[in-house]
């Protein structure tokens, strides 16, 4: 009767994630290695027939959670790295809070567990489904009050014209990809041209993301040829692309 | 518990969960059941609601056997529907409520994808109300539910039947009208959907 | 027939033409006869009906009273009727509506610190579908959306109301794996630098 499917196990968040390790083993929070983190979640592919993106999303958002509480535990606590709650606590306080966090889960995930044994034994009992009578049909309420037939389907043909719309879009990007090659000459030639320029100089303002995005790569592509250097002075600043002078310099 | 006993306990389950009448030849092969043993079983067993004057009965129609309300008690019961608090349709029902009608029969992925939205709590509510019902199952599709327009819905725009629904190609973009009947439908949505005291959410 | 024998056969047909719980208080209200009568009548009728194994049973649901069939016979009737709905909710989502049924009314920060990641995507979904709702906002918290369960939630699991929720405590982690926890999460020490070879981690 039920479905024969293999149940991968699946990480419902950090916490979820510890109290699977702390079951398995004795553990110190800063012997959660990115390695085994990454380990379990090549365990979890691999039990998995396709990829399925929500869940590596889920799990990296769950790596990323736990790296956080982990970087809390190793930085050394200056005045200005605030961590939310783990600020301002000694590590017995950490840890302490760390363990009620993870005690008051589990109990929700206790709770969760009974929750769904009592929707398993709900489902063997069946409600009537048959509806009411004919003879009554007419004493309902009208829950289309206002609502006209003519109405109906112009809400459908509008559904119908937006995912068609959707559709052609999806189309459009697939059969006409902007070019890595081509920007990556225009960047050649604009940066040998001046000697160097910025990121944002390398196309029009308002551009749409996808040659934003091609621009970036086409960069990338260059400086990893060696035909361009690259330098940022800060964090999320301004990219600078500088000209190299190459061997093969054949176009201009 | 007698043999017989247990086959009244499945019958009256069966009739009870089923929308539409039961046959006795189609019960007596689930259950490994010589038919003639179950046709006397469900005869005695409209013979006991009849004697306890239970408020509802059993009869034998077209196709099966099928469960029907008492007909003493049917002023009751027309109070009772009186009383059904009346509530509209969310945009959300009606956006898949209009796909159904003009897509059935439809599974709910195919609702899903017109509508771009998940569309599992909204068919229920449909399904609840009587504006749509399964219609068939996909076998290719690992039977897959195929969701369509009940009786109710047609009654409720006076449509013999769903050829007479108005063709969807008539329905050009921009036109006047049509944009007023959109701002009237948008207009469905709102408070009235804000549920009270726990009720039933309606979409 | 006797007053009491009349009083059951009118439930029963209103329980079978009902398509959600029927509180007594409202069939009292339509049949003019005392509360108290109605509840003692629909006890009695679900005691008889579980005592002369009948196919179906009569329980007291999310305010209401209604007919369900007898979990016995659920086999049968997924192989006649196979319009059963095996929806199941995911780990994610039973996690975050224990959370909502036990803290209601809760904020969605609530639920995402219980469960230490973002409950959003789960609570629109549970929204959906008909089981959480918004049921208030909190006027000191920037006007927060406040969540809480539905009526359906309360006929999906088969609650009378959220009182009959098994009380929290008893879903405490026991003893010993209260102690494993505690023991085996070992102190968040100071920062400890050892590089290691190829490993990205940095403890």
Not at chain 1, 26 to 41: G, N, P, V
Not at chain 1, 193 to 203: C, P
Not at chain 2, 42 to 61: I, N
Request: charged letters at 30%; one cysteine or more.
């Amino acid at each position: 009767m039920t479905a024969f499917k293999v149940r991968t196990e699946i990480f419902e968040g950090p916490f979820d994630l510890l109290l699977h390790l702390v079951g398995r083993q004795k553990l110190d929070i800063r012997d959660i290695t990115i390695s085994e983190i990454a380990d379990e979640f090549l365990e979890h592919i691999e039990r998995m027939k396709d990829l399925d993106l929500d869940v590596a999303s889920d799990f990296l958002l769950v790596a990323a959670t736990l790296l956080e509480i982990k970087a809390a535990a190793l930085l050394p606590a200056e005045p200005d790295y605030e961590l939310d709650e783990y600020d301002d606590l000694s590590p017995q306080e950490a840890r302490a809070l760390l363990v009620e966090r993870l005690l008051a889960y589990k109990q929700f995930k206790n709770a969760a567990g009974a929750l769904a044994a009592r929707m398993e034994s709900e489902g063997r009992m069946h409600a009537r489904q048959a509806g009411i009578e004919e003879q009554f049909l007419g004493l309902m309420p009208d829950y289309l009050e206002g609502v006209t037939l003519r109405g109906l389907a112009v809400l459908c043909a509008d559904l119908d014209r937006r995912r068609d719309v959707f559709l052609l879009q999806a189309e459009h990007v697939a059969s006409m990809p902007v070019s890595l090659e081509l920007h990556m000459e225009s960047v050649k030639r604009t940066v040998a041209k001046r000697g160097r320029a910025s990121f944002s100089e390398l196309f029009e303002a308002g551009a749409a993301p996808e040659v934003v995005v091609v621009t970036f790569l086409a960069i990338l592509e260059l400086y990893k040829r060696g035909r361009i250097d690259i330098t940022q002075d800060s964090l999320f600043g301004e990219i600078q692309i500088v000209h190299k002078d190459g061997e093969d310099d054949d176009d201009d | 518990m007698t043999e017989r006993a247990e086959l009244r306990g499945v019958l009256e389950a069966l009739l009870f969960a089923s929308d539409e009448p039961v046959p006795a030849s189609r019960v007596a092969k689930l259950l490994e059941v010589p038919e003639g043993d179950v046709a006397a079983a469900l005869s005695a067993l409209a013979e006991e609601y009849a004697r306890d004057e239970r408020g509802f009965q059993l009869r034998e129609v077209a196709g099966g056997w099928r469960l029907y309300t008492h007909p003493a008690h049917h002023p009751v019961i027309e109070q009772l529907v009186l009383s059904w608090d009346t509530r509209r349709l969310s945009q959300a029902a009606l956006e898949a409520l209009a796909v159904v009608a003009y897509h059935q029969p439809v599974m709910r992925q195919g609702v899903n994808a017109i509508r771009g939205v998940n569309s599992e709590g909204v068919l229920a509510s449909l399904q609840e109300k009587g504006l749509v019902r399964e219609v068939g199952r996909d076998r290719n599709q690992g039977n897959a539910v195929l969701y369509g327009t009940t009786r109710v819905f047609l009654e409720r725009f006076g449509l013999k039947d769903l050829t007479e629904l108005p063709p969807l190609s008539e329905f050009s973009p921009d036109a006047g009208t049509e944009n007023a009947i959109r701002d009237r439908l948008s207009a469905i949505e709102g408070p009235e959907f804000e549920e009270e005291g726990g009720d039933l959410s309606v979409d």
